[in-house]
């Protein structure tokens, strides 16, 4: 099985050079050498080129012209967003304008909850939104050499009610987690990857059935908190667009087949609004493997 590793590309370096430019050079500059740098991802990413390949050619349906030329556009995109987002966690809010559609719901996590996106555009910019909501987000990053990106991060960082929480071996990063719903804050994660071993489900995705970590609804049925499914897509150079679901509660039960029954219908609403951002934004979802292919049947699965 060829799942996602835990990792992404890139490291503290490419942020510092991210950070220089932005402070020195600006930020249309950065995409300017953006447009060169491209290039060079494209073709030295292997795997991941067949996989975006793929997506674009058999799930899409592009020609293979379209879909070679789309793999530009979202490394390009792909780009961009990480500026975005060092940008934004730097202090340079100020050179982007945000539309929120769904900050209804949110107002309603009075005590604390989950929000769950996906790899797609930008969803950090959710913490912009929370800031006017008088809450701290705690955003979860899944593996070590994020470690060292949050320690980067952390100072250069201007807004200091977004907090990093790094997922452990040892399993710590739980009581982070938990203390954080304590204090009602709000805890943000991405649901559409998940790590070998991990507990999933399977469910029709884009046209093909597709492996679904449970943690994110389980988390949200054990803590009785409620959940929001959010995506926040680049939509100009400087404009951002946040989605937000109405407030879903996962009800919590010993019951083993209300539990998988819960977990389902929860993932089915998150699965709805992510086809609906794909097909609306298709250059914006940054999955560089097979999504497809499914993990082996494991005993520790939860079948659906």
Do not use: C
């Not at 070590?144 to 320690?151: D, L, S, T, V, Y």
């Not at 929480?165 to 990063?173: A, E, G, K, Q, S």
């Not at 089915?268 to 097909?279: G, H, P, R, V, W």
């Amino acid at each position: 099985m060829s799942s996602w590793e835990g990792k992404t590309r890139g490291g503290v370096l490419g942020y510092k050079i991210f950070v220089w430019t932005l402070k020195h050079m600006g930020l249309r500059f950065a995409y300017f050498l953006l447009s060169f740098v491209v290039i060079y991802f494209v073709v030295t990413s292997g795997k991941a080129f067949l996989a975006i390949f793929n997506f674009y050619h058999i799930i899409l349906k592009y020609s293979r012209f379209k879909a070679f030329f789309s793999i530009y556009g979202n490394y390009y995109r792909f780009g961009q967003i990480l500026l975005d987002k060092v940008a934004m966690l730097a202090g340079f809010q100020h050179k982007f304008t945000f539309d929120f559609e769904g900050e209804e719901f949110l107002r309603h996590m009075e005590d604390g909850g989950l929000l769950v996106s996906a790899h797609v555009g930008n969803w950090e910019i959710a913490s912009q939104l929370l800031n006017r909501l008088g809450k701290r987000i705690n955003i979860i990053l899944f593996d070590a050499e994020h470690q060292r990106i949050k320690g980067y991060l952390s100072d250069v960082m201007t807004n200091r009610n977004v907090n990093f929480i790094v997922i452990r071996d040892d399993f710590t990063h739980l009581l982070e987690i938990k203390q954080a719903l304590a204090n009602k804050e709000i805890i943000a994660m991405h649901g559409d990857r998940f790590i070998e071993g991990n507990k999933t489900v399977t469910l029709d995705f884009m046209g093909r059935p597709a492996a679904f970590p449970i943690g994110p609804v389980n988390m949200a049925a054990k803590f009785r908190v409620p959940v929001s499914f959010v995506f926040a897509v680049k939509e100009s150079s400087s404009h951002y667009h946040f989605y937000a679901t109405p407030l879903h509660q996962v009800p919590f039960t010993t019951n083993i087949k209300n539990k998988e029954e819960n977990f389902r219908n929860a993932l089915k609403i998150y699965i709805s609004k992510f086809e609906e951002i794909l097909q609306k934004y298709p250059l914006q979802w940054f999955n560089y493997y097979d999504f497809w292919e499914l993990p082996e049947i494991r005993m520790s699965e939860i079948k659906i």
